[in-house]
């Protein structure tokens, strides 16, 4: 069984930073790309950044020179480091791993269990 844990978040005043962690365990086999969603109240999901197994990143217009998203391959470990946060960042921030179970399986996406990002004007 696959899990992705999170960690960090909470409370920060604008212009300030956080860094996101999301840890994989369980059966896997390997682990394609890796991302960061939000979802702010009353709006749909919407994806943040994410990386490639190779590295390669994308992101949100909104979030893009203020946000970093990496990854440690040996830890099955994504990173999102949040810096010049604005009152519009707040949301719940959810991981996705695309992943492989095992061998020859199927590629499917799992999620972790969502941390609150608030961040007061």
């Known amino acids: 069984q696959v899990q992705l844990v999170q960690s960090g978040g909470g409370l920060v005043q604008a212009g300030g930073s956080l860094r996101l962690s999301c840890a994989a365990s369980g059966s896997i086999f390997s682990i394609n790309a890796m991302g960061w969603y939000r979802q702010a109240p009353g709006k749909q999901r919407e994806l943040v950044a994410a990386i490639t197994s190779g590295a390669s990143t994308n992101y949100a217009d909104s979030v893009k020179g203020r946000f970093t998203i990496s990854r440690d391959n040996a830890k099955n470990t994504v990173y999102l480091q949040m810096n010049s946060l604005k009152p519009e960042d707040t949301a719940v921030y959810y991981c996705?791993?695309?992943?492989?179970?095992?061998?020859?399986?199927?590629?499917?996406?799992?999620w972790g269990q969502g941390t609150q990002v608030t961040v007061s004007s």
């Open positions: 996705n791993a695309n992943l492989n179970p095992f061998a020859g399986g199927a590629t499917n996406g799992y």
